[in-house]
């Protein structure tokens, strides 16, 4: 199943306290589970004024939709084609 990046665009994101953190990560969850199991959140990666995701989905469309269906910003939404790291020069 293809993987994705996307970029949401929110300013403040790194002061978010946990609370707030936990209550977008409650309301994300939540639309997932009425999406189905074909996307999946693996992780995210908060910022100064961003919040990176990485998702498992068949497509974009459904990553679009979910952001729709949360009210979340998915300013750019790329699929992963490959992953390296460190091993990858060896």
């Known amino acids: 199943m293809p993987k994705f990046v996307i970029e949401r665009d929110i300013p403040g994101a790194g002061q978010l306290t946990p609370e707030m953190l936990q209550a977008v990560s409650q309301k ?5 589970k009425r999406m189905g199991p074909q996307i999946q959140w693996v992780q995210s990666y908060v910022t100064d004024n961003k919040i990176y995701c990485i998702y498992i ?3 974009e469309t459904s990553v679009l939709e979910h952001a729709k269906q949360g009210g979340f910003p998915a300013n750019s939404v790329a699929q992963v084609r490959t992953v390296i790291d460190p091993t990858t020069a060896e």
């Open 57 to 59: 989905a068949p497509d």
């Open 28 to 32: 994300s969850c939540g639309v997932l």
